[in-house]
């Protein structure tokens, strides 16, 4: 996948750094677009098998999430509980998947074909979960003002169905545990503060992340080196970025990014 030449070996290392730090900007100012920017990053600017790209990204996303779940336990704005039931249906789910990438042994475009058509649709479904988040939120709600909300024992098993769901995308595209991830726990869990939904979809992506990462480790599909150039860059990114979110209004950024995975997702259609 490296150039041969050492002058171009260098100089793509320091653009998948760049990258890296462009990506780790977004996703501390914004909160989201990690995987979903990252994967078509490699996938159409640098192509990078979509298989490779998918498996680093989760590594990559596993290691700059633990930061983020990190503070915001610190800070109490996780909810454990709801991150034991994304992940009983996430992590089986994810290892299922990768067990059967396996089984199946599918040669290399196919399983590109595959990887792609499945990111596809999550980054038109991750575009259209930002432009509607305020409006799906809406939906919670009955015309008095009141939340719409499941009963105590439907909602557990709600819960670990949407961790497999959300599991068997990141497993195959590497989208979802974000943006899609935080939609879905605002339609379940209607009166959960804002910051304790960001906190506990980051506290979620970091197991799931890791243990997809690894499977596609074991399958071969992570390139250890482009991960530690996206590192370098991306590190100092979510730094600076998380220090700029509260000067950037989200209404102006969520459009923006919306409409970034738009594009990215009709171009990997088409």
Do not use: C
Not at 242 to 270: D, F, K, Q, W, Y
């Amino acid at each position: 996948m490296h150039p041969i030449n050492s002058n171009g070996w260098w100089r793509m290392d320091w653009m998948y750094t760049l990258s890296g730090f462009l990506v780790g900007l977004v996703v501390g100012v914004t909160g989201a677009g990690g995987g979903s920017l990252m994967t078509p990053l490699l996938v159409l600017l640098f192509g990078v098998s979509p298989a490779t790209a998918v498996g680093t990204d989760l590594l990559y996303a596993s290691l700059t999430k633990t930061l983020g779940g990190w503070v915001h336990g610190r800070r109490g704005t996780v909810d454990w509980k709801v991150v034991g039931l994304l992940s009983l249906g996430s992590l089986p789910a994810a290892v299922f998947t990768i067990a059967l990438l396996k089984y199946l042994a599918l040669d290399q475009k196919t399983l590109g074909g595959l990887v792609t058509g499945v990111l596809s649709v999550a980054l038109l479904l991750t575009a259209g979960a930002l432009l509607l988040k305020a409006q799906i939120r809406k939906l919670a709600q009955r015309k008095d003002g009141t939340l719409y909300e499941l009963r105590d024992h439907h909602l557990p098993a709600a819960t670990i169905i949407t961790g497999i769901v959300v599991g068997t995308l990141v497993a195959i595209s590497s989208v979802g545990a974000g943006v899609l991830g935080t939609v879905a726990l605002l339609f379940l869990y209607p009166r959960m503060q804002a910051a304790k939904v960001v906190g506990t979809d980051i506290a979620h992506a970091v197991p799931l992340t890791a243990v997809a990462g690894m499977g596609h480790l074991a399958l071969g599909t992570v390139d250890l080196v482009l991960l530690g150039s996206l590192l370098m860059g991306s590190l100092p990114g979510i730094y600076i970025g998380s220090h700029l979110s509260a000067r950037v209004p989200e209404a102006v950024l969520r459009p923006v990014l919306a409409a970034m995975l738009l594009v990215i997702g009709v171009r990997m259609v088409l």
